[in-house]
């Protein structure tokens, strides 16, 4: 199923895989834990779900979700990516939400959440 966007008197709200990303309390809900992102985090998470199934590039994270441009260094993406993957995946060493599209960017894969 697409993820869900849903407009919670909290705040904006996104739920995939089993998680909930509350954009407004900059908190991630997975597996049965809340986690205080920062707002990068926030941003690049959200950017990720919204388009989830489809291959981000760095260029397009530096440039649509930090509104950086291409003097940046990519390897701080990478960095955020670990971090998120540690919050989502079951197995951060083996992702399956969070890949990586080598010499391009990211994807986020939504997979059916498990019963």
């Not at 996104?14 to 900059?26: S, W, Y």
């Not at 986690?35 to 530096?62: F, N, P």
Request: zero cysteines; proline letters at 7%; a negative charge.
């Amino acid at each position: 199923a697409p993820p869900a966007a849903v407009d919670e008197p909290a705040g904006p709200q996104l739920a995939f895989a089993g998680h909930t990303l509350d954009l407004r309390a900059l908190e991630l809900h997975a597996h049965g834990h809340a986690y205080r992102l920062t707002v990068m985090e926030a941003d690049l998470l959200a950017y990720l779900v919204r388009h989830a199934g489809q291959v981000v590039s760095r260029k397009a994270i530096l440039e649509d979700v930090w509104d950086l441009h291409e003097d940046t260094d990519t390897r701080a993406i990478d960095n955020f990516i670990v971090r998120l993957r540690r919050y989502v995946e079951r197995d951060p060493a083996r992702p399956e939400l969070i890949l990586t599209v080598r010499g391009v960017g990211y994807k986020l894969q939504l997979l059916p959440v498990p019963a």
